[in-house]
C-alpha cells in the first residue's frame, strides 16, 4: 500500500470516528470546508473575469452570461434571474463548459444544508411558510427536503443558530432574519420559527 493511499484509508478511518484529519494529498490539506464555495466565469475554461461567491445571492447584477464555474465546495443552484427566478440548474462539481454560449445567471445559491450531522439523515421538511407584504414566517425551515440545522458544527448556541437563520433567509431571497428559535427534534437541534423580512426587526 502506497504512503499516499495509506493516508487517505486512515484519514477515512479517522474522519468516521468523529475526528478532524488533515493529511497532505496534491500539495493541498484535506480538510472540511468552512463554508460553500463556488467561481463563476465569463469564458469557457475558466478563463476571463471570474466571479467569487460564498453566500447565496440574490441578485448577481452580471452583464455577462456564465461559460465555466469551479466548485470548491458545497452544491449550487444557478438561475437565469434575480430572487432565484427562472430556469434554474444545480451544479456540484467544476464545470469547463456550460453549454454552446454559456448560460444566463443572475443569482445563485449554495443548496443541500439539510440533513448534515456526520452523515446521519436529518429531521425530513417541507418548508411551509407564510408570506406577508415585507416578511415571510417559516414556521420549520427546510432545505432539498430536510430540516436546517440550528448550527451545522459544534452546539446550537443563539449566536449559531441566528447566523444560519441569516444564511437561511438570504437564500430564500430575503436581506435579513427577524428573528429565529431553536426546536430538539430526536436529539438534534433545528431552526424553528424564523422570520424573513428586508426591514429587520
Request: charged fraction near 20%; include cysteine.
Given at each position: ?5 495509506y ?5 477515512g ?7 478532524t ?8 490539506m484535506?480538510r472540511?470546508p ?7 466565469y465569463?469564458?469557457a ?8 461567491i ?9 452583464a ?6 469551479r ?42 444544508w ?6 446521519r ?29 440550528a ?5 446550537a ?39 424573513c423580512?428586508n426591514?429587520?426587526?
Amino acid at each position: 500500500m502506497t504512503l499516499q493511499r495509506y493516508a487517505l484509508v486512515a484519514g477515512g478511518l479517522l474522519a468516521a470516528a468523529g475526528v478532524t484529519v488533515a493529511a497532505a494529498q496534491d500539495d493541498r490539506m484535506l480538510r472540511p470546508p468552512a463554508q460553500a464555495e463556488a467561481i463563476i466565469y465569463r469564458d469557457a475554461n475558466y478563463k476571463g473575469p471570474a466571479v467569487n461567491i460564498s453566500r447565496a445571492e440574490p441578485d448577481l447584477g452580471l452583464a455577462w452570461r456564465v461559460n465555466a464555474i469551479r466548485v470548491n465546495s458545497g452544491e449550487w443552484q444557478l438561475c437565469e434571474r434575480r430572487n432565484y427566478g427562472g430556469n434554474c440548474r444545480t451544479i456540484s462539481r467544476d464545470t469547463p463548459i456550460l453549454g454552446l454560449r454559456g448560460i444566463e445567471v443572475q443569482s445563485m445559491r449554495p443548496m443541500g444544508w439539510g440533513g448534515s450531522g456526520g452523515g446521519r439523515p436529518g429531521e425530513p421538511g417541507r418548508n411551509p411558510s407564510l408570506r406577508g407584504m415585507a416578511a415571510e414566517f417559516y414556521p420549520a425551515p427546510a432545505m432539498n427536503g430536510y430540516r436546517v440545522e440550528a448550527c451545522e458544527t459544534g452546539s446550537a448556541t443563539a449566536f449559531c443558530a441566528r447566523r444560519s437563520a441569516e444564511q437561511f433567509c438570504s437564500s430564500m431571497g430575503w436581506r435579513t432574519a427577524a428573528r429565529q428559535a431553536i426546536e430538539t427534534v430526536r436529539g438534534r437541534a433545528y431552526l424553528a420559527d424564523v422570520l424573513c423580512s428586508n426591514t429587520g426587526t
